[in-house]
């Protein structure tokens, strides 16, 4: 079964800085997807980015990226000039073809103006 | 376009009651997912639907169950609360099951009392 770790349960970043988040997770399966989605208080899980393990390439979104290091099963997130709207729980999750959507147990993130 | 509409937000019940919850997925989206989130197992999944059959079925006891109706609108149901079963529960959509991206709801927060 497909798990994944998250092992900063909490973090803090002062306002403008650089933020990264630790994922890793576990699967022998060759193809799937790793997000990372965005909880705040209001409760709605937002997609913040999405990986396809079949690409090399680090997904970026504005000032959202990725370091997906697929040998290493590393999929850690990188926030850069953190703002307050980024405080939230941020969660790491694993999919393919066959399974289901797997969280991590989460990592609640405070920006510090 | 609309997002996932969950109903209600807020739900109190009583311990051996039943209750069911409901979601609206966005328009077109087939396939919709449960979750229920806690914070001592974080984010469990629970099932997935498309197309009105079960695809996909977590680990919880047959107390929880589900249905889609053909308009891809989803009810789960809980059977003979339990303490136990406080939790938020999630309601995620996508296109189809070849698609990764989920959009989720805001979520019904049940409290069993």
């Known amino acids: 079964a497909q798990t994944v770790t998250q092992s900063q349960p909490e973090m803090s970043v002062q306002e403008a800085e650089t933020v990264t988040l630790s994922c890793t997770y576990d699967t022998s399966e060759n193809n799937y997807y790793l997000f990372w989605y965005k909880q705040p208080p209001s409760r709605q899980m937002i997609l913040v980015i999405r990986?396809?393990?079949?690409?090399?390439q680090n997904a970026t979104e504005n000032r959202f990226s990725v370091n997906f290091q697929k040998a290493a099963k590393s999929f850690s997130l990188k926030i850069s000039d953190s703002q307050l709207g980024d405080t939230a729980m941020y969660f790491c999750a694993f999919m393919n073809a066959n399974t289901p959507l797997v969280f991590g147990k989460g990592t609640r993130l405070s920006v510090i103006a | 376009k609309a997002g996932v509409t969950q109903t209600p937000r807020y739900l109190i019940k009583t311990r051996g009651q039943q209750v069911t919850l409901s979601c609206s997925p966005i328009?077109?989206?087939?396939?919709v997912s449960w979750y229920q989130q806690t914070p001592g197992q974080g984010l469990q999944f629970l099932f997935e639907y498309f197309s009105e059959t079960q695809r996909n079925k977590g680990n919880f006891p047959g107390r929880f169950s589900g249905r889609q109706f053909s308009n891809s609108r989803s009810e789960m149901n809980v059977s003979t609360l339990e303490l136990g079963d406080s939790a938020l529960y999630l309601c995620?959509?996508?296109?189809?099951?070849?698609?990764?991206?989920?959009?989720f709801g805001s979520g019904t927060r049940l409290t069993v009392v």
């Open positions: 995620a959509s996508r296109p189809g099951t070849a698609d990764y991206g989920y959009t």
């Open positions: 328009s077109g989206h087939r396939s």
């Open positions: 990986q396809e393990a079949y690409k090399q």
